[in-house]
């Protein structure tokens, strides 16, 4: 199965192309079905800016740079490319699927359910430890270790863990799918095991629309 817009997405930004569906885990191919789902209400600009990819949700348009390039030596540019306009449309599915009040600017883009201010923070605590717990995982790796990937996980988790309000679910499904890119086997390496499991936590409250983000318990090793 292709899922032929997201495609041609990806290929406009310069990202590597997905595995068909019978190549990857069927978690992942559930995210895809639901970032798939959004392309057409939103407008995509290709932007000479330097920067991978950005959200406007006021107009609900991503602009990209199909040449970005993140100079980094352990990140693979065209497999960041397709996470991050991965990660930019997982935004615009919390904007929409995830219950709060009707607040504009950062609310709009919290990662869990909230009706009052006040569970904002315990929740936002808890997706820190929840991320605290995955870099841990990520440093005992023995399939991640003395490869790039380690340290781009471990870039990826501490971006999240400075705005983990914000940055929770996107950032879990663009590990996701970079280490599919990767060939990393989701079921051998523990930290794709976990990033799973607390994607999966994630997914069933967005669907839902209602519940707080609870601890995952770390896969034994």
Not at 73 to 99: G, Q, W
Not at 155 to 173: A, N
Not at 204 to 209: A, D, N, P, T
Request: net charge negative.
């Amino acid at each position: 199965m292709r899922r032929l817009e997201l495609d041609r997405v990806i290929a406009d930004v310069g990202g590597s192309r997905l595995p068909d569906d019978s190549e990857m885990p069927d978690h992942l191919c559930s995210l895809l079905d639901e970032c798939a789902g959004l392309i057409s209400s939103i407008t995509f600009t290709p932007k000479d800016d330097r920067q991978a990819d950005r959200l406007w949700l006021g107009t609900m348009e991503i602009t990209y740079d199909p040449k970005y390039s993140y100079d980094k030596p352990y990140t693979v540019d065209d497999a960041f490319r397709t996470s991050c306009i991965l990660h930019e449309l997982m935004h615009v599915s919390v904007n929409k699927k995830y219950s709060r009040p009707p607040e504009e600017g950062d609310a709009e883009l919290v990662n869990f359910n909230f009706s009052t201010d006040d569970q904002v923070g315990g929740q936002s605590e808890m997706a820190r430890q929840n991320l605290g717990r995955l870099l841990n995982v990520v440093d005992s790796d023995r399939i991640l270790a003395k490869t790039p990937l380690l340290d781009h996980f471990r870039t990826r988790i501490e971006y999240s863990l400075g705005y983990s309000m914000c940055e929770y679910d996107t950032v879990l499904l663009d590990l996701l799918s970079y280490a599919r890119l990767q060939e990393v086997d989701a079921d051998s390496s523990r930290t794709c095991v976990y990033v799973t499991m607390l994607s999966e936590e994630c997914e069933k409250r967005r669907i839902e629309g209602f519940g707080e983000i609870r601890l995952v318990d770390v896969p034994k090793s």
